[in-house]
């Protein structure tokens, strides 16, 4: 299946990609939500063409390291899951149109997740996580950032640099005030 460019196995009971998924060098969609994908092979690195990745309804604990040799990803999908933490790599990932990373255990973000470069939606809600990265002011063309039910406690000053924002979801955290950046015009 060298020629492969479409692969849909969404709604299986799929526990594992074989090492040789990364042979799929043409692959640029591939949809496996909804099974009990518990860990990604190394090799899943090598998908260097993959655009879009749909990963969300898994069992997914953490990433292969390399995952940000995937350059190309414009959309991903990996909401429920169980990661509690992202490779630095994945501060590779350049010019996404969307990222959800919603309803998984996160307790950090990369510290330079502006070359993520995202231009529509960044779903980060239902996380644990207690602090954002001041880089996350250079999102400067982020339509929409969700960060619902997290534990925030305070915002980086940056927050208020994301010149394109127009929706911001700050509900339920542990905020006890915002910082004067956000009303700065």
């Known amino acids: 299946l060298k020629n492969l460019k479409l692969l849909f196995v969404s709604a299986n009971r ?4 074989p090492p040789e998924i990364g042979e799929l060098s043409q692959l640029f969609c591939l949809e496996a939500t909804d099974n009990k994908l518990a860990k990604l092979p190394d090799e899943f690195s090598q998908l260097t063409s ?3 990745l749909h990963l969300s309804q898994n ?11 995937l350059s190309n ?7 429920n899951n169980s990661l509690s933490k992202l490779p630095e790599s994945t501060e ?16 950090e973000l990369p510290a330079n997740i502006a070359n993520w470069d995202v231009s529509f939606d960044l779903f980060l809600n239902d996380n644990d996580l207690k602090t954002l ?10 339509d929409k950032l969700y960060l619902a ?3 925030l406690m305070s915002l980086p000053t940056e927050i208020g640099e994301m010149d394109e924002l127009i929706y ?11 910082p004067s950046s956000i009303g700065q015009a």
């Open 14 to 17: 799929l526990v594992n990609f």
């Open 50 to 52: 993959l655009e879009d």
């Open 59 to 69: 069992e997914l604990d953490s990433l292969p390291e390399d995952i940000g040799n």
């Open 73 to 79: 990803l414009t959309i991903v999908y990996l909401q």
């Open 92 to 107: 590779n990932w350049g010019s996404l149109a969307r990222l959800n990373l919603s309803h998984n255990k996160l307790t």
């Open 133 to 142: 990265p001041s880089s996350i002011g250079n999102l400067d063309r982020l």
């Open 149 to 151: 039910n997290n534990m």
């Open 168 to 178: 911001l979801d700050l509900s339920s955290n542990e905020l006890v005030t915002l």
